[in-house]
């Protein structure tokens, strides 16, 4: 009998991956059974099996995919001295995240987004996956504080401002988009990208112009 590549094995297991990441994405996890999986993947029970013991590991393995790819994505950005301006970044990392899952979809539409949605639902019962999210939050806030000290090194952001308090509001940014495009549907990583550059550009306003004032 031949024996089974490494190549297949590992393309066998992304099949399931994205598989069940439709399927979540779709209807969540509670309302997923692996029934539903194993007729997304047009695969036998014993085939997704050997991979996966049930659904509670599946769930863990997506989930880890989800958080790992978006740590990844701003962990690279560390590197670059100076990194790119917050809203070139940002608008960098959202495109390159989606771009890499575009072919997940569910009625036409992106599953990416909705399946970080339902990741977030998913760790405020389950304490494992919470740990998982904590953990890769954390590691996201690591980086992105990184960023900014270089920002600051680099003469592009004001040195008084705590760096964690800018890595929160940037990951904010990100995680609001991500939740918009799940409820509202999709838009390109560049409208945040101007957005942010817009906000940043921003300037006082003098009294004498009639600008309005607030208080």
């Avoid at 992304?14 to 598989?19: A, F, K, V």
Wanted: hydrophobic share 45%.
């Amino acid at each position: 009998m031949a024996r089974v590549s490494q190549e297949h094995l590992d393309a066998r297991r992304r099949q399931i991956l994205d598989g069940a990441a439709i399927c979540f994405a779709r209807n969540g996890f509670h309302a997923t059974s692996m029934q539903d999986v194993l007729k997304e993947v047009d695969l036998s029970a014993g085939a997704v099996y050997r991979y996966f013991s049930g659904k509670e590991e599946l769930i863990a393995a997506v989930v880890g995919e989800v958080l790992g790819s978006v740590r990844g994505a701003f962990e690279e950005a560390v590197h670059l001295s100076p990194p790119p301006a917050p809203d070139v970044l940002i608008t960098q990392v959202l495109g390159r995240t989606l771009a890499a899952r575009a072919n997940l979809t569910v009625d036409g539409e992106p599953a990416f987004p909705r399946l970080v949605i339902q990741v977030w639902a998913e760790t405020l019962r389950n304490k494992e996956l919470a740990v998982v999210l904590h953990e890769g939050y954390a590691g996201v806030r690591g980086a992105w504080s990184r960023i900014v000290q270089g920002y600051q090194d680099a003469g592009m952001m004001r040195s008084d401002v705590d760096p964690d308090h800018v890595a929160r509001t940037m990951i904010a940014g990100a995680m609001g988009f991500l939740a918009q495009q799940s409820l509202f549907g999709p838009a390109p990583a560049e409208v945040l990208g101007d957005g942010l550059r817009a906000l940043m550009g921003m300037t006082d306003v003098p009294a004498a112009t009639g600008g309005s004032q607030l208080g």
